[in-house]
């Protein structure tokens, strides 16, 4: 009974992690704005949420269970969010998850993000995991190694 837990348990992987911010272009909070969040695994799924009155979104963690998952491979789950403002699409979070646990993304760090939609995009990489944003998250980031 317990061998069959486990093999349960495992076959459980986290796709993306709960993931929340502000939306702000300009400096300024703007409500309604539409956010978009695609998992690309072995199908793509998307959701979508609007920014409340303070420009704030949230999504939930997003859990797919599987028996490929108990199986050795490599785990690689692409995910992006974009937000509409005004009819333009703003890429704010890409990148490739690499880690089957939940908030996985961050070393535990929840992922929240202050995204000023007028920044420059940055790489953020955490725990060999890379992604490309153009908001602030407030992680560790991996230091490079010294080569020499």
Known sequence: MGFIFLQQKKAVACLFS?????IRPDGKIIKNAKVIRTINEADKFVDETTTDENGYFEFPSSFRRSLLHILPHEFAVGQMIIVIVDGKEYDIWSGVKRSRIEHGEGR???IYLECELLNEKKFITVNGQTFYSLCKWEVD???PEDIF
């Open 141 to 143: 980031e991996d230091q």
């Open 108 to 110: 535990g760090v929840l």
């Open 18 to 22: 709960s993931s929340s911010g502000i």
